[in-house]
């Protein structure tokens, strides 16, 4: 989308408020609104009547996990939107990380989904909405199947129709820094060096390990400040046992 936009294409997002958390609306219009993307923020049920006139071009999601048949796991609603596409013969991509797939999962039936606490559905930015006495349900996920996937995008390359032999075939492809290089230019704060290898620039080392740490995993929800997500995609790698595919074995998880 940025790139689309720098390039002159003419480009407008509608951004879910991702309820019940409101991402969409707190984080991802104010990273839009920095780059000065135009960008219309919608309440999650709007998809489909926008859909229906015509005014959506292609959908755009991303990824918690990936399995190897290609299912994907992300964001409550994404299953819905991609349904909503199909019906409506619009185009649904996943954009992801290739740190996203999960190779100890076959199938997206196999992914534990997360059920949050009910509060966070019965009250909105800490306004209850709901009646006390009224349960509520919340799950932080769902599973979107392969069939309904246009193609997954990430930064080494496309896989259209997504499904195990050509994820596979992909894979083959993706190398990664192994966890313990990571761990050691991160300590030994090389930061030169740990750009060099993870092909992105990361600021001078200024403060202790535990309090980037919890910058990157924390504040990016809410503060969204510029390139703190690159960082938290390195945080997302120490916790991550990363698998080499020509060795048919993972390394060490940090």
């Known amino acids: 989308i940025y790139h689309a936009h720098k390039k002159g294409i003419p480009v407008h997002v ?4 991702t309820r019940p958390r409101n991402q969409g609306a707190n ?3 104010y990273e839009l609104n920095e780059e000065e993307v135009p960008n219309t923020i919608i309440a999650d049920n709007t998809g489909g009547i926008l859909m229906q006139r015509g005014e959506v071009d292609l959908v ?3 990824a918690d996990t990936i399995t190897l048949n ?3 796991a992300n964001k409550i609603g994404t299953y819905t939107l991609a349904i909503l596409a199909q019906f409506h013969k619009i185009p649904f991509y996943v954009v992801a990380p290739t740190s996203s797939f999960n190779f100890h999962l076959e ?3 196999e992914i534990i989904i997360e059920k949050r606490d009910e509060q966070e559905v019965k ?6 909405v709901a009646p006390k006495e009224s349960p509520a349900e919340n799950y932080s996920f769902d599973i979107t199947p392969a069939s309904l996937i246009t193609a997954i995008i990430t930064e080494k390359g496309v896989i259209e129709k997504p499904n195990r032999e050509k994820i596979e075939k992909f894979l083959k492809n993706v190398t990664y820094p ?3 290089e990571l761990k050691k230019y991160l300590f030994e704060g090389s930061y030169q060096e740990l750009s060099e290898l993870l092909n992105f620039k990361i600021e001078e080392k200024s403060e202790g390990f535990e309090d980037i740490y919890s910058k990157t995993n924390y504040m990016p929800l809410w503060a969204g400040k510029k390139n703190e997500h690159k960082t938290s995609q390195l945080i997302h790698a ?3 046992p990363l698998f080499n595919y020509k060795n048919k074995s993972f390394d060490q998880k940090a």
């Open 14 to 17: 509608w951004v879910d408020e």
């Open 27 to 29: 984080l991802t219009s």
């Open 60 to 62: 755009i999601v991303g």
């Open 70 to 72: 290609g299912d994907v």
């Open 107 to 109: 199938k997206g039936e």
């Open 123 to 128: 009250q909105c930015g800490g306004c209850p």
């Open 178 to 180: 192994s966890t313990i």
């Open 238 to 240: 120490f916790n991550t």
